[in-house]
């Protein structure tokens, strides 16, 4: 099962349902929320699917509402100051209180200051439920997570005060254990982050009640969970990836809340779009993992195949194939029967024409091979690399680069090459024409004390054939994809990945043979057939669950690595981390890092 299933059971039956359960449940209720709740909810649930549950109206808890004395209100909140005062304040007066009954959920643990401050208040005796309902984090998809926390860099790495930041990661990460029920074993990296998050997560999973602790998974079979912070892999969130869901993230203006807003031609008149980037698209899941030559194409044979198999688009449109975009754009025009369908193509359409055009008309392809020779340590055919920093250079004179793409390449450069000499980032800083807080942001890289470190497969990688040569652009592997195969393999080693608390049996989880079609797991065929972008197969996965968690964020190209290794060893896994990390973010996260 994956995790944002039992999430959505948690949100939409145990909280919502439970409350109808306990009364008439052809009573409307109101539902009451902050702005971290509602993330939550908003990341696994459509608003269709809480309506349906009975709620009238979604609201939110900081602003002045209308009262509604009759009606009852669940309240899922943060267990923070401000949303439990805004709460109590609702019926502060007693002649005029906002709503009926109270049903009181929690996204986490509530501190016993504040449930203090709701026993003494007025709101205490209209409480029906009171319940921590443990659902702190975002399933944005059906096997990741993350907590939406964007300043985490700068309080995990920065001294003092990231202990505090470990505590509140570590109660968050105890909730999505609870929700999978499991009590995992936990392995981390030996980093000092890593190492001390791992440690509290293993306490609070401890310090459990014997009832919440009953429910999880304490069995042999139980998951793994391995623990890493952002310093193990510096590389994967700097480089320009060209699968699709990647590259959309990296290069079009997607919201937090996965929403892309277009504006498009109707009749003469500019009309705004706006779109949710999520698996209830029928493409998406089929789309997002894929390299953005293979998106097109599979987006116009979707396209000819819904055709073929149509009787009435057949007579409308005879038995010519389409072969380009703009064939399929005029098609659908001719189609406005199937216009809620085609909006989807259309919207893809749209996407893939516009990364493609920013790829070419950005230098994207010779900054691309410049970042993978320098990520790789290798040429496009495996060859030894020479006067890799002149390369570094030559694009950082060039005037049509943009400075955002001088600063990823710099400070992949730093990233690869810990012991750059001092003279190097000083050519590089001249040669970009970098000036104050650009300079800042490179001295912050170097200050965070993030190497690449040249790794070797944990097993022999094999020879690949000229039809099965991975695209010269997309060479790199995150090291995440082989830390998860290790896992899978039972060949990850316990001095670089030790156990935190109680270590799993000797043979837990090895030796899971991989699909017999993939032939490396390093590779993206060109061949035709099954492409990487499928749904996770329909066959039940078979093995321990492994969970991947990275503290300071993580990149949209480790999320699809894990999916990868999931389809290939058909065993489940979940990755999650502190926040999504684009470039972009990246650089802000970085640049806090020295204030």
Known sequence: MSLLQPTQNRLLQDMIGHVGADGDSA?????????????????????????QMGISAVEDVMIKRQPLPKIDAIYFLSPCEESVNAMIGDFADKKKPLYNNVHLFFTSRLSEELFKAIQKARVRRRIKTFRELNVDYLAFESQAFQFDSLESMKSLFAAPGGQEEI???????????????????????????????ASAVNKKLRDLSPDARGQLNKGGDRA???????????????????????MIYDLLPITDDNVYEYTFDNGGDEVVKKVLLDEHDFLWPKLRHLHIADCINRVIEDFNTFIKTNKAVKLNRGRKELTSLKQMTEAMKEMPQYQEMFAKYALHIRMAGDCMDKYNGTELEKIALIEQDLATGKGPRGESISKVFNSVQEILRDPSVGPNDKMRLALLYLACYKDARSS??????????????????????????????????????AKLDEDDQPYQVSRYTPLVKDLIEGIMEGELNEDDYPYSGEAAREGYGQKAAPAKQAKSLKTTSRKKGKDKGEPIEKERPSGPKVVVFIAGGMCFSEVRAAYEVMRAYNREVVIGATNILTPTKLFEEVHTRIK
Request: hydrophobic share 40%; glycine share 4%.
């Open 167 to 197: 505590n509140r990661i570590a109660e968050r990460l105890v909730t999505v254990c609870t929700t999978m029920g499991e009590l995992p074993y936990i392995r981390s990296g030996t980093s000092p982050v890593a190492s001390s998050l």
């Open 224 to 246: 793994l969970l391995l623990i890493l912070d952002r310093t193990f892999d510096p590389v994967s969130p700097l480089l320009h990836e060209f699968t699709y869901q990647a």
């Open 27 to 51: 009573d409307w209720k109101l539902l009451m929320v902050d702005k971290r709740s509602m993330r939550v909810i908003s990341s696994a649930c459509r608003m269709y699917d809480v309506m």
């Open 424 to 461: 190097d980032k000083d050519k590089m800083i001249e040669a970009a024409g970098f000036r104050g807080k650009e300079v800042e942001l490179m001295e912050s890289m170097a200050a965070l004390g993030v190497s690449s470190k040249r790794r070797k497969p944990h097993r022999k990688e």
